[in-house]
């Protein structure tokens, strides 16, 4: 069986066009494990939210600027606009004792809702009007 030249190289060209045109498609299309590791991740961030609560603390009280906030990780930034050393506690964590004038990042994970108790724990400051509830939904 002879095969010209002509005729190898009209196949080859044919088959090339073929290969290059099911890649240009494959390509073109999302694959089902593509679309669902991006709605995967989609997911995932929706849970995986931040939200940020400025806390302001001074004699003897802080002011948050949330109330409430969802399940998830809860950055506080609390500043010391008081005269004297404050913290901030909350769900078993706590910042430094905080000059004034300085501030603290404190990082709380809240898995279930509830109400959770914040206060300072310098001695006399709660009791003096430093502590709060954080409702968390």
Request: aromatic share 8%; with cysteine; hydrophobic share 45%.
């Amino acid at each position: 069986m002879r095969i010209s030249l002509y005729r190898l190289a009209a196949f080859g060209a044919a088959f090339g066009f073929l290969l290059g045109a099911a890649n240009a498609a494959a390509a073109s299309q999302p694959s089902q494990k593509t679309t669902a590791d991006v709605a995967d991740r989609s997911q995932r961030s929706s849970h995986a939210s931040v939200t940020s609560v400025a806390v302001v603390a001074v004699e003897f009280r802080f002011r948050l600027s949330k109330k409430s906030v969802h399940r998830g990780t809860v950055v506080f930034r609390v500043v010391n606009h008081g005269k004297v050393a404050h913290d901030f506690k909350i769900a078993g964590r706590k910042t430094p004792t905080i000059k004034p004038g300085k501030s603290a990042v404190l990082r709380v994970v809240f898995r279930k809702a509830g109400r959770y108790a914040y206060l300072c724990t310098i001695p006399g400051h709660a009791a003096a009007g430093m502590k709060g509830v954080l409702k968390v939904a």
